[in-house]
Nanobody, 119 residues
Framework: QVQLVESGGGLVQAGGSLRLSCAAS????????MGWYRQAPGKQRELVAR???????NYEDSVKGRFTVSRDNAKNTMSLHMNSLKPEDTAVYYC?????????????WGQGTQVTVSS
């Protein structure tokens, strides 16, 4: 029902910056929150940052002070500004949205975008 498309990934040197973007489309839907997850080789997918409709956010500890998540509610888009990147940030980054439908919450996922940070 809801399609999420990420963009902005790529190769960057340690200490550099990237901005990821996510666009939601697919018709009428009620997004209660959006977030970024990442999955590195051999590791579980983990929450990076989440932003709620009121603008409140939460971050994984290792990215606090370096990453900033923002959202344009009118456009149903979300961005992740990534600064001071480290090789440990290398992962596939996924856009996520939590959709309210029939009084239940459902996750929707994008296809992912690769972020590679070289040392």
């Amino acid at each position: 029902q809801v399609q999420l498309v990420e963009s902005g990934g790529g190769l960057v040197q340690a200490g550099g910056s990237l901005r990821l973007s996510c666009a939601a489309s697919g018709g009428v839907f009620d997004i209660r929150s959006m977030g970024w997850y990442r999955q590195a080789p051999g590791k579980q997918r983990e929450l990076v940052a989440r932003i709620f409709n009121d603008g409140s956010t939460n971050y994984e500890d290792s990215v606090k002070g370096r990453f900033t998540v923002s959202r344009d509610n009118a456009k149903n888009t979300m961005s992740l500004h990534m600064n001071s990147l480290k090789p440990e940030d290398t992962a596939v980054y996924y856009c996520n949205a939590v959709i309210l439908r029939q009084m239940n919450l459902y996750p929707s996922w994008g296809q992912g975008t690769q972020v590679t940070v070289s040392s």
